[in-house]
């Protein structure tokens, strides 16, 4: 055997430890590459089974078609402020999403005029029926009212606007995936209007942080807010920036 041979550096076998090595046992570094791989994994946003992110927030749950009586709304003005702070004028097409009884459906449609229409619509049949009902006794031509799915209002696109989210929100739960749906119904200059409360959503209520991070999400930007007289209620809007995310690049909210 030469020299050069007998010099030549032995071949590294697992286990095998020279002084001061700072070679990782082969168990060890497997064990910490899927280490690595699960805290990856964690960090992901999980997703639904139409790949929209799904949420870490509670969400309120649908108690009532009725948020209070329409005779103690009008004493407050809610219908007169929020119309007026959204700039609905006659001729405008709006959608009224969550509409329950239709306090909103039926004065929007006066503002509206015969020029104009409004979509009431509702996840629950029996709700959708009453409002159908409500809308037919009071001869409201212009008003068309269709039963939605939770994770979309099921609405034409490019159609309104006004899209109107008023208490209902924080019962949504699958935003972002609805948000998807919803902004693409709204005319090139439309506007989504969000009534809610300042408050957790378990008390039936959604902070703006909150509210503007999810549509954000979605390429909604608020555009207005304001704060509405006789509670914590506060109102908003929101218009389209950029383009419609894929579903898989939305980010959801922390």
């Not at 041979?5 to 002084?19: H, S, V, W």
């Not at 799904?54 to 969400?59: F, G, K, L, N």
């Not at 619509?121 to 709700?127: A, E, G, K, L, Y």
């Not at 809610?196 to 503007?212: E, I, T, Y």
């Amino acid at each position: 055997m030469s020299n050069r041979t007998k010099n030549l550096p032995r071949p590294f076998r697992g286990g095998d430890r020279g002084e001061g090595s700072h070679l990782v046992p082969r168990t060890t570094a497997i064990a910490l590459a899927l280490s690595l791989a699960l805290t990856a994994c964690d960090k992901a946003p999980q997703v639904d089974e139409d790949g929209f992110p799904t949420i870490d927030r509670p969400v309120a749950p649908i108690v009532s078609d009725r948020f209070s009586t329409e005779d103690a709304r009008d004493r407050l003005g809610e219908a007169e402020a929020v119309m007026d702070l959204a700039g609905i004028t006659e001729g405008m097409s709006v959608a009224d999403i969550g509409a329950g009884e239709g306090y909103y459906t039926v004065r929007l449609a006066r503002a509206v005029g015969p020029r104009g229409r409004v979509v009431a619509q509702d996840i629950q049949p029996v709700v959708r029926d009453a409002l159908a009902q409500r809308v037919q006794r009071e001869e409201l031509d212009n008003v068309a009212v269709q039963l939605g799915e939770a994770d979309d209002p099921r609405l034409p696109h490019a159609s309104f606007d006004r899209i109107f989210l008023v208490h209902m929100y924080h019962e949504v739960a699958e935003p972002y995936q609805f948000l998807w749906n919803l902004r693409q119904a709204l005319k090139e200059d439309g506007l989504v209007v969000v009534v809610d409360a300042d408050r957790p959503v378990k008390r039936h209520g959604m902070p703006p942080r909150r509210l503007d991070c999810e549509f954000n999400a979605l390429g909604l930007e608020r555009v207005d807010m304001s704060q509405l007289e006789g509670g914590d209620a506060y109102f908003a809007t929101f218009k389209v920036v950029g383009e419609l995310p894929v579903p898989s690049m939305i980010e959801p909210c922390d």
